[in-house]
């Protein structure tokens, strides 16, 4: 090391142009590395185990800082009046977000738990073009809304398959599929973001039923 900074052995200084030996001798050295996994404990027997993991919220100890400049204090058993010393917890809600994408997601995109998606459901037209095709998602969609349900219309004049990829991507619960075909045998068809196959359901019932389906998955939340 040349012309070095370090501290200087009080608050809030530091010294610069440190160089070792001219300025100071060394009494000890030490080998200073990043814990590994199996390094041995100093204390115990035991050996050191590294897991990955995902920091979601703070605790930071705020000392008296603010407890001194807002004159928040206390009397002590001896009735002398001193400053609170203080700490905060928090969430981070940017943190909880990345957390649950980091561990609810597959090849196809984000695997939203209820609570957190952007829409519970999505209702998806195959083709906005059809008159019967497109009244029949504006009249689902309208009666979810007014059931409580949190839904969204996928109105784009697009391709099927592409609608698809997005409703997997962005990682919508439940999607409702609305198709000619399927609306000439009076259904239409419901699917799970996180399940393989998909299940049809009659046009007449469907929103009870996905009024249904997403009160028990609340309530396996609880």
Known sequence: MKNAVTGANQE???????NPVRDFAFTQ?????????????????GTMDI??????GHVFKLGTKYSE???ARFLD??????????????????RLIAASVETRHDADGILWPLALAPYEVVVLPLNVSDEMVWSAANEIYK?????GVDVILDDRD?????????????????????????????????????????????????????????????????
């Open 12 to 18: 809030n200084a530091h010294l610069r142009g440190v």
């Open 29 to 45: 050295t030490m080998d200073l590395r990043f814990a590994e996994a199996g390094d041995l404990c100093p204390r115990c027997s």
């Open 51 to 56: 897991q990955q993991c995902i920091e979601v």
């Open 69 to 71: 400049a807002l004159d």
């Open 77 to 94: 058993e001896n009735e002398t009046r001193l400053p609170l010393v203080m700490g905060c917890y928090g969430m981070g809600v940017n």
């Open 143 to 147: 009666e979810l809304k007014d059931r």
């Open 158 to 222: 697009a391709r099927a398959g592409f609608k698809f990829k997005d409703a997997d991507l962005i990682g919508f619960p439940l999607r409702v599929v609305i198709g000619h075909r399927g609306l000439k045998e009076g259904l239409v068809e419901l699917k799970w973001r996180e399940d393989q196959d998909s299940s049809n359901v009659s046009r007449t019932e469907v929103v009870d039923v996905v009024v249904t389906e997403l009160d028990r998955v609340r309530e396996s939340l609880r």
